[in-house]
Every structure is written in C-alpha cells, then in structure tokens.
C-alpha cells in the first residue's frame, strides 16, 4: 500500500472540489481521506501522480484572461498556420468560448483523477447538487418559522362532526 504525501493530498483535494468546508457529505470526504491513504501498488500511484500534473496543468491553461499567447494575450480559441513563400499564423481568441472549452478539458482531466481513486468529482456541478441534497441543505430555503401543522388528518380531527 502506498499513501499520497500531504502535498499530494491536498492538490487531489483542491481538484477535486474537497473542502472541509464546502458541505462534502461525511462519508465522502472520509472515502476521499482512505482512497488517499491506500493505493495499492506502486504503478497505480505513478498513474495517479501523473493524473494530478495533468490537471495541475490543465488548470493552468484554463487561464483565459492570463495566458501570454497570441498578440493580444488571451488564450487561443483556433489558431492556423499558413505555410507557402510567406509563412503565416493566425490566431483567434474568443474569450467565453474559450473559458467554456477549456475549464471542460479541465473538468474532464479532473473526472479521470476522480475515476482512479474511485470517488465523486466535486468540481462538477451536477456532483455538487447531489451533494448539496443529501446533506440535508435543501431545507436551507423553507419558509422561516415553525413547521406546518396544519396537515389534513389534524383539521378532520380538530373539526366538530356533530
């Protein structure tokens, strides 16, 4: 068995959406905790390893706004080259396109990391609602006040019948 360094630990954690304080469901965060602590071997750490710098790197060109490419400083969204007596290159940025398709590939890199470990990807927001249900958050937007009493077993029996 081998076990993820702390530092390790906490790159998993951050891409894969686990905050302490972040509503994780108990249970989860403690499979997060013993798929960290028992890899089996050491070709299944050295996959993992390598999944965590993809995303690690993925992450990184995620950055629309901050990548230095192109002339105007955003991250390519299609970029062609033209090769003949004048070679050229052009390059498109289109900043929401962009943004959407790279943070999927990041999503994606993400899912794969999840799916190594064996547990849920709390990046992704359809994972983020389930989690939200079941820990008991839905409850958080009913009505302020005490609980309804007023169900109809209670009426018919609280009505004079006479």
């Not at 105007?72 to 962009?98: C, F, H, W, Y």
């Not at 994606?108 to 958050?137: H, K, P, Q, W």
């Amino acid at each position: 068995m081998k076990i993820l360094s702390s530092f390790d630990r906490s790159r998993a954690a951050w891409h894969l959406g686990y905050n302490a304080g972040a509503q994780i469901p108990a249970g989860d965060y403690a499979r997060f905790i013993e798929a960290t602590n028992k890899i089996p071997d050491s070709y299944w750490y050295e996959r993992i390893i390598n999944q965590l710098n993809r995303c690690d790197r993925a992450y990184d060109v995620s950055d629309v706004l901050g990548a230095s490419t192109g002339a105007t400083g955003l991250q390519p969204t299609r970029s062609e080259v033209i090769a003949g007596d004048v070679n050229r290159t052009m390059i498109v940025s289109e900043p929401d396109k962009a943004n959407a398709k790279w943070w999927e590939i990041y999503l994606t890199e993400c899912d794969r990391l999840a799916e190594a470990l064996y547990i849920a990807n709390y990046r992704r927001e359809l994972v983020r609602r389930y989690a939200f249900e079941r820990s008991g958050s839905e409850f958080i937007n009913a009505l302020p006040g005490p609980a309804d009493v007023a169900v109809g077993t209670r009426i018919f029996l609280s009505e004079d019948w006479r």
